[in-house]
């Protein structure tokens, strides 16, 4: 079978949406617990690992993803091979894949990995980051653990400049089910930020 005419759900248990995962977990909710201590020691290990010289370039952005999950999942920290949907939004298509992110990255490259922000306004940085998180929503690199992955990404960039993670508070999840963020994700595959602009605004604060 070509690799574009893969099952798209090849890599969930057959009819579930629990990914296949190294541990066998087939509860969800014991899997998504998992995928929570992991995602906690993986912000550790690279906050903890940030130097002056590290670039926030597509390897690091895979190796992020690679080494926080990869206990768990054979996907972790490669792209996806499947087109990709969800609700309305299609997402980067396969085939303009890698050469799309690799022009995400080259002009984030440019941009010095947004690593010269800690003396910037902060709107400038959250425009930045907005910009950037939206094109990598769109792009949807990654077979699962996008938002979790990309979130990560831009928390290290801003403690990389002095601030806190971003905090994200009332913009995931709430109990009445709303999700600002999807809300903004849907608006970045139209090319539109200013929502995602607004939750990155909201969540930026300087560390003491
Ligand atoms: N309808 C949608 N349109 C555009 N983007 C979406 C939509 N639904 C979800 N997303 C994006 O996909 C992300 C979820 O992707 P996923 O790979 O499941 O990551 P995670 O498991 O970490 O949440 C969300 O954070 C959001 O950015
Ligand atoms: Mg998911």
Same mark, same amino acid.
Request: hydrophobic share 30%; charged share 30%.
């Given at each position: 079978?070509?690799?574009?005419?893969?099952?798209? $759900? =090849? *890599?969930y248990?057959?009819?579930?949406n629990?990914p296949? $995962?190294?541990?066998?977990?087939?509860d &969800?909710k014991?899997?998504?617990?998992?995928?929570?201590?992991?995602? &906690?020691e993986? =912000?550790?290990?690279?906050?903890?690992?940030?130097t002056?010289?590290?670039?926030f370039d597509e *390897? =690091?952005?895979?190796e992020?993803?690679?080494?926080?999950?990869?206990? &768990?999942y054979?996907?972790?920290?490669? =792209?996806?091979t499947?087109?990709?949907?969800?609700?309305?939004?299609?997402?980067?298509?396969?085939?303009?894949?890698?050469?799309?992110?690799?022009?995400?990255?080259?002009?984030?490259?440019?941009? $010095?990995?947004?690593?010269?922000?800690?003396?910037?306004?902060k709107?400038?940085?959250?425009?930045? *980051?907005?910009?950037y998180?939206?094109?990598?929503?769109a792009?949807h690199?990654f077979?699962?653990?996008?938002?979790?992955?990309?979130?990560?990404?831009?928390?290290?960039?801003a403690?990389?400049?002095?601030?806190?993670?971003i905090?994200?508070q009332?913009a995931?999840?709430?109990?009445?089910?709303?999700?600002k963020? *999807?809300?903004?994700s849907?608006?970045?595959?139209?090319?539109?930020?200013?929502q995602?602009?607004?939750?990155?605004?909201?969540?930026?604060?300087?560390?003491?």
């Amino acid at each position: 079978m070509s690799k574009y005419t893969q099952d798209k $759900n =090849y *890599i969930y248990y057959k009819n579930t949406n629990v990914p296949i $995962n190294k541990l066998n977990i087939r509860d &969800l909710k014991t899997l998504e617990e998992e995928e929570r201590k992991l995602l &906690l020691e993986g =912000y550790k290990y690279f906050h903890e690992n940030l130097t002056d010289s590290t670039a926030f370039d597509e *390897i =690091y952005f895979k190796e992020l993803q690679r080494k926080t999950f990869h206990k &768990l999942y054979d996907f972790a920290g490669k =792209y996806r091979t499947v087109n990709i949907s969800k609700g309305f939004s299609t997402f980067c298509q396969v085939r303009f894949l890698e050469q799309t992110s690799r022009e995400i990255f080259k002009k984030f490259a440019y941009e $010095n990995y947004l690593k010269d922000y800690s003396t910037k306004p902060k709107e400038e940085f959250a425009n930045k *980051i907005a910009y950037y998180m939206c094109e990598i929503i769109a792009l949807h690199p990654f077979f699962e653990l996008n938002g979790r992955t990309t979130r990560l990404f831009f928390d290290l960039i801003a403690t990389y400049n002095g601030y806190e993670y971003i905090d994200y508070q009332g913009a995931l999840e709430t109990e009445d089910g709303d999700n600002k963020f *999807i809300k903004a994700s849907i608006d970045c595959m139209i090319g539109n930020d200013s929502q995602m602009n607004q939750i990155i605004l909201n969540g930026l604060k300087r560390s003491e």
